[in-house]
């Protein structure tokens, strides 16, 4: 596609509830990241994918975040149990290297998560 | 990572140069300096990098401190819809890797 694709746009989920949000990299693209943004705060790195292989996970805050990227293109954000501190927006980013270098990384719109 | 810092905010006119600051004064040889803008209900935009020498795009103008310590990220004209918030990001070595974006320049444009 044109672009990153993220879906869904917003959700609210109760807590307690387990969330999925998905993002169609830009096709081709190698390299997919997904950050967390809080309000009023910059986008924090949650986690990396090389392919399918999810090369760094050090960001995902607690083992209720679970990130997956079976076929190497579309990748899905999983968060357990959502807790009201989960709610931030979501973004993700992809490049292809070594054009991420001239072109940078194209982000999403993000998900915007409520958790009620 | 190397940090970066930046004003909370910054305000222009329409049609008016812009220039945000950006202080990295513990930048490495091997790290190359990015901006990338956010506008409202948007993920981040790229901008502009440069290690070194200037680098001027479409969008921007980077011009860097001759002891790399500080960088000023150039709007030649400032539209409306240049309002956003600004990033200024060290990256280290020749892959890009995560990005460390800190809390950024919120810039307003009136008209």
């Known amino acids: 596609g044109a672009g990153v694709s993220q879906s869904p746009r917003y959700k609210v989920a109760k807590r307690g509830q387990d969330v999925a949000l998905r993002c169609d990299p830009i096709s081709g693209h190698v390299s997919l990241f997904w950050y967390q943004q809080a309000l009023g705060q910059g986008p924090e790195f949650l986690t990396y994918f090389q392919n399918e292989a999810q090369l760094d996970k050090s960001g995902l805050p607690s083992d209720r975040f679970f990130a997956e990227r079976p076929e190497g293109s579309v990748s899905t954000l999983k968060i357990q149990r959502t807790q009201q501190e989960d709610s931030a927006v979501y973004l993700c980013a992809s490049s292809s290297p070594p054009w991420d270098r001239v072109y940078g990384y194209t982000f999403g719109s993000g998900t915007r998560l409520t958790v009620v | 990572d190397a940090k970066t810092t930046q004003p909370n905010s910054m305000e222009s006119n329409e049609e008016e140069p812009v220039h945000l600051p950006c202080n990295h004064s513990t930048i490495s040889g091997t790290d190359y300096i990015h901006w990338y803008r956010q506008l409202p209900s948007q993920g981040p935009e790229y901008v502009i990098h440069?290690?070194?020498s200037n680098v001027n795009n479409r969008m921007a103008s980077l011009a860097i401190a001759e002891d790399r310590k500080s960088s000023t990220l150039i709007l030649h004209r400032a539209t409306l819809r240049d309002a956003a918030v600004y990033y200024c990001?060290?990256?280290?070595?020749?892959?890009?890797?995560?990005?460390?974006f800190g809390r950024g320049t919120q810039l307003t444009v009136w008209p």
């Open positions: 990001i060290l990256t280290r070595g020749s892959t890009l890797g995560r990005l460390y």
């Open positions: 440069g290690l070194t």
